[in-house]
Nanobody
Framework: QVQLVESGGGLVQAGGSLRLSCANSAAISETNAMGWYRQAPGKQRQMAASIVSTGATNYAESVKGRFTISRDNTKNTVYLQMNTLKPEDTAVYYC?????????WGQGTQVTVSS
């Protein structure tokens, strides 16, 4: 069973930064993609950023230029550097991975941006 361990959420003022981490128990050779969805109160879960095995990245329009996804292949860990945070970035952030074409979620980590 693939396990994802997230860390790095918290409370930050608008304009501040946070970095999320997600460690994947699967082997890097079996990992097709990793990334982050987020779910704000009363809203649907939406993709924020992703990175695939080739290194190609994809971002939601609302975070482009502010968020950066990266990965450490030696640890099979992805990071989401979030800069210039806005109150509308407040959400539970869920790490995901696709391993051997199977989809897995992390437990979620709360990010709260105060105005």
């Amino acid at each position: 069973q693939v396990q994802l361990v997230e860390s790095g959420g918290g409370l930050v003022q608008a304009g501040g930064s946070l970095r999320l981490s997600c460690a994947n128990s699967a082997a890097i050779s079996e990992t097709n993609a990793m990334g982050w969805y987020r779910q704000a109160p009363g809203k649907q879960r939406q993709m924020a950023a992703s990175i695939v095995s080739t290194g190609a990245t994809n971002y939601a329009e609302s975070v482009k230029g502010r968020f950066t996804i990266s990965r450490d292949n030696t640890k099979n860990t992805v990071y989401l550097q979030m800069n210039t945070l806005k109150p509308e970035d407040t959400a539970v952030y869920y790490c995901f991975t696709i391993v051997n074409s199977e989809f897995y979620w992390g437990q979620g980590t709360q990010v709260t941006v105060s105005s």
